[in-house]
Each structure stands twice: as C-alpha cells, then as structure tokens.
C-alpha cells in the first residue's frame, strides 16, 4: 500500500506562484512514475505533469512553460512548481504514484486563481 500526502494548495492571484508537495510513504518500491493531475467542477480529471523514476517528464500543453514538476527522492516527494497561475488552472490538484499493475492516489488540495 501507498499513501500520498498533497500540500501547497490557496489561492492565489492571476501571475502569481504555488508549489504543491505530495509526500508517498508505504511500499514504494513498485512506482515507476508519479503525476500530477486536476479536475475543476463538472470536468474529467485531466493529466497535468508525469516524471518515471529515471527523471523523464511530461506536460499537458495547458501548462508547459509554467509548471515544472520535480522530485526528491531522499525525501520521498514530488513537487510541481506553477508559475504565471491562470484562473483556468483552478481545479483540484490530486497525486498519483503510477505502479506496474497499481496505482494511488491522494485526496486532493484546491488551487484556486483569481482574476
């Protein structure tokens, strides 16, 4: 079992910055991947950013240029830096550690730009 841990989440202005964290604890030798993803009111849950194990990264084009996700293997967290927030990018921003045959997710923390 995985648990993660998000954290980070406001609001904020229109331009502004926000780092979430997403802290994964338990049995995480079988992840390969960590993401990030949102969901706003009445939307799907939409991929925001990956990052596998070897570093490799992926963006939805919504957010490439602004987000950056990052991880700290020593201290077993993910991040993604959002930079230039628009009022689109408000959403719930959930975690998700991306097995070989499991996933999990996290609960989820509100990001919510003004404009």
């Known amino acids: 079992q995985v648990q993660l841990v998000e954290s980070g989440g406001g609001l904020v202005q229109a331009g502004g910055s926000l780092r979430l964290s997403c802290a994964v604890s338990?049995?995480?030798?079988?992840?390969?991947?960590m993401g990030w993803y949102r969901q706003a009111p009445g939307n799907q849950r939409d991929l925001v950013a990956t990052?596998?194990?070897?570093?490799?990264?992926n963006y939805a084009n919504s957010v490439k240029g602004r987000f950056i996700i990052s991880r700290d293997t020593a201290k077993n967290t993910v991040y993604l830096q959002m930079n230039n927030l628009k009022p689109e990018d408000t959403a719930v921003y959930y975690c998700?550690?991306?097995?070989?045959?499991?996933?999990?997710w996290g609960q989820g923390t509100q990001v919510t730009v003004s404009s």
């Open positions: 338990g049995s995480i030798f079988n992840i390969n991947t």
């Open positions: 990052i596998t194990s070897g570093g490799s990264t």
């Open positions: 998700k550690a991306i097995g070989t045959l499991v996933h999990y």
